[in-house]
């Protein structure tokens, strides 16, 4: 972000690729998970959204997805209203969600055979190779899930997701059930792969360092609160932060890059006093 600029309130745009208006999902009618939310994603950017357990980022993500429906409000991604699960849109969990009878590149190809039907084994194979060479992973091609380590299963779901060249990839902490070395590596590998891709992204994350490091913009959320009269706020999204760090960054220069203490002070600050308040 430009840290030292207040941070403004999110706002959609007609012109956003994502566009996420009134969104609301109530599982009890008396407590809304979260209300009134509203953001735009632009196309090629890169959005984080941050908050504590509960606040409702899955179940955002999954509306995104068009795995669960909104209770009010709508989405539109490049102008059509988002309606079920699409392969205009991959997603990466923090479970790999690999099947574990198939190879890697089996598993990958799955994937790409769904979403171009048409095309012969060897357009499909080479589609395969790509994305599982960008990923690091060509030496490995023919292992079942079982035989890779934790971090390789997550960079096989991150080249399937690629693979399918969907127009938006929703990622909800895909790093989350990793050590600390290989999720560093593998916020790498992403950071450079969307560099080089411009891909559209939606992610999740606890990890402060991490949105930072990967985001364009970054969604503060609040959780939903009963308010000292009685009443109940939803939760919502309090604050869109645009990062405005150079995309050169990488974890190794990202503590010396200007604005990212205040951006990192910020968002603590956010989590520790504002996002439960009343
Ligand atoms: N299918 C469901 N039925 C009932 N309640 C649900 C359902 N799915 C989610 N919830 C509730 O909605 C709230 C938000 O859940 P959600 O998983 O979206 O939060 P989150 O912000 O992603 O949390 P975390 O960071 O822990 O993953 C929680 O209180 C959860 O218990």
Redesign the pocket.
């Known amino acids: 972000m430009d840290a030292r600029a207040p941070s403004a309130a999110p706002a959609v745009t007609a012109d956003d690729f994502l566009r996420v208006e009134g969104l609301g999902?109530a599982?009890?009618a008396q407590r809304p998970?979260?209300g009134g939310v509203s953001f735009g994603v632009a196309r090629g950017e890169f959005v984080c959204i941050i908050?504590?357990?509960?606040?409702?980022?899955?179940?955002?993500?999954?509306v995104l997805a068009g795995l669960?429906q909104a209770s009010t409000g709508h989405v539109f991604m490049d102008g059509r209203e988002v309606a079920g699960p699409s392969l205009e849109r991959g997603v990466v969990f923090q479970g790999h969600a690999l099947m574990p009878w198939l190879s890697v590149r089996r598993n990958i190809a799955f994937a790409v055979e769904s979403r171009w039907p048409d095309w012969s084994r060897a357009q499909v194979q080479a589609q395969v190779q790509k994305y599982v060479a960008m990923v690091g992973l060509s030496a490995a091609i023919d292992k079942k899930p079982s035989e890779l380590s934790g971090g390789m299963k997550q960079r096989v779901g991150i080249a399937r997701a690629f693979a399918i060249e969907p127009k938006m990839l929703l990622l909800?902490?895909p790093f989350g059930a990793l050590d600390a070395l290989t999720r560093g590596t593998i916020q790498d590998e992403l950071l450079a792969i969307v560099q080089r891709t411009q891909q559209t992204v939606f992610m999740?994350t606890?990890d402060v360092d991490e949105a930072i490091l990967l985001a364009d913009r970054i969604l503060l959320?609040r959780n939903g609160v009963e308010l000292p009269d009685g009443r109940w706020r939803p939760?919502d999204i309090a604050e869109s932060m645009r990062l405005g760090l150079p995309r050169s960054r990488t974890r190794a220069t990202l503590h010396h890059t200007p604005g990212y203490y205040e951006a990192r002070n910020h968002i603590v600050d956010f989590l520790v006093s504002r996002a439960h308040a009343a």
């Open positions: 999902r599982f009890n998970v979260f908050g504590h357990s509960g606040c409702g980022k899955t179940t955002i993500l999954n669960d909800d902490e999740i606890h959320m939760g």
